[in-house]
């Protein structure tokens, strides 16, 4: 049998709108939950082989998630898992040696899902950053992420996948807002840095910063501020500063541009 489980999840709302006079001091830190898949295509552990291939053919998917009556996650089901057997259906194709059962007289091929199946799963929380999830794609090289809850029994319920085009939503952010936020940050998060020393511009999530200040140290602090924002495409570096005045050699006339 194939299920189709539409799980739901909450999303927060921006923290500033949740508490207003607030909003200043606030970043968007994008989570998991406010951008995963919820619409979740699944199959049981006693679905064949020939289903779970029509299933990933009709629903345009690499992989479904093996869950048991309970809609608790036990493994995965990729299309690589079933090529393995693909491979195997061709008439000129020389007969494998040692796989015949003895007292069976047939082939051992995996024809089921929990046969078939990928377990353990790597997994992310609904709870984590959006950042901590591209990093965990790309440290195990996988092309998306089981969204789990801790059920109580030691075992984890499935409401959601994340998929990388679902990280990009991130980068879908108004120019305006960006800067808005970028510009808040510079007056609450920097205490040393005069943000009306600080020019800056968005323009497709591209940020070009200007302006000069006083020290090298501030100057770094603003452009390694504005790097770690999320939806920050690039960092056009144009802030100028003089060079420290402990500096071996330093004058208050030299000028260094931040790099």
Known sequence: MIDR???TATTDL?????????????L?????????????VSVRPDTCFDEIARTLRG?????VPVLDAQGELLGVVSSADLMNITGLGDPERPTPQGRWHRG????????VARALMTSPVT??????SVAEAARALHDHKLGWLAVVEPTGRGAHRLVGVLGRSDLLAVFL????ELRGEIVRGLSTRLALVDPAKVEVQVSHGVVTLAGHLPTLAEARSVTEFVERLEGVVK??????????????????????VVS
Do not use: C, F, K
């Open 235 to 256: 960092v056009i570096h144009g802030l100028t500063h003089e060079v420290d005045r402990g500096a071996a050699g330093a004058t208050a006339e030299d000028v260094r």
């Open 14 to 26: 921006d923290e500033a709108e949740s508490h207003p006079g607030q909003g200043s001091a606030q």
């Open 173 to 176: 952010r108004d120019d305006a």
């Open 123 to 128: 997994t992310v929380s609904p709870n984590a």
């Open 59 to 63: 629903n345009y998917v690499r992989a």
């Open 28 to 40: 968007r830190r994008t989570l998991v939950r406010d951008v995963m898949t919820t619409a979740i």
């Open 104 to 111: 069976g007289g047939s082939w051992e091929r995996p024809n």
């Open 5 to 7: 489980v539409t799980a």
